[in-house]
């Protein structure tokens, strides 16, 4: 059992990611991270800044501009499958049993994180594991409108995309032995972009959110 999830966590590795599969797995993950809700393990605030390191050497040989262009259109375009999947299928998912891909209670901090910061959530929730999944789907559910949505999902995907991978593509620039110490900057990512998803759950627990 420790072996299989050693080899789902090495097959999650933002680097292997990019290494293996390039700009097109790249491009999916980040569609899957904001389009699906099953997509809500996978490694989207790491994945963006390494993609900033990597930018421009062989093994993601692409102009930064590209890149973050790209990028951007993948999130935008997650989002709006994602609120369409609410629409249709959000109620429905909700009578479903809890398991590990779909829980009421992530649509739940959800739905409390928005009704706080309102539409802003939808920019500021992008950095934010789980939240950053399931907000479309749950504004899809209670048919939030859907042209004022898209608005700040245009915002939100380029605020969320740019600044990470610009932080890691510079920082790369500044500080060039960066690149061999990939696999302690994922952890470090891991462990700070983890902090408001804690907070979040600490939050929701305090105020009696299910």
């Known amino acids: 059992m420790i072996e299989f999830i050693q080899s789902i966590l090495e097959l999650l590795s933002p680097e292997l990611i990019i290494r293996r599969g390039g700009l097109l797995l790249l491009l999916a993950v980040i569609f899957t991270e904001n389009g699906v809700f099953f997509g809500f393990f996978l490694p989207g605030d790491s994945l963006l800044f390494l993609a900033g390191v990597l930018c421009g ?16 259109i993948a999130a935008f375009l997650g ?4 609120y369409y999947v ?22 739940n901090m ?9 539409h802003g959530a ?35 995907a380029v605020v969320w995309t740019s600044s990470l991978v610009l932080a890691g593509y510079f920082l790369k620039i500044i500080f060039p032995d960066l690149i061999h110490y990939l696999e302690w900057i994922v952890v470090l990512l891991i462990v700070v972009t983890s902090i408001p998803l804690i907070r979040q759950f600490r939050r929701i627990k305090r105020d009696g959110v299910s």
């Open 86 to 107: 609410g629409l249709k299928l959000g109620r429905w998912l909700l009578s479903r049993p809890d398991s590990f891909f779909f829980k009421a209670s992530y649509l």
């Open 122 to 156: 939808i920019v500021i929730g992008r950095f934010i594991p789980v939240i950053r999944t399931f907000l479309p789907l749950c504004l899809g559910l209670i048919r939030s409108d859907f042209r004022v949505f898209m608005v700040y999902n245009l915002l939100g």
């Open 79 to 82: 989002y709006a499958v994602s």
């Open 57 to 72: 050497l062989p093994i993601l040989d692409v102009s930064i501009h590209l890149l973050v262009l790209l990028l951007a």
């Open 110 to 118: 959800a739905s409390s994180y928005f009704e706080k910061r309102q």
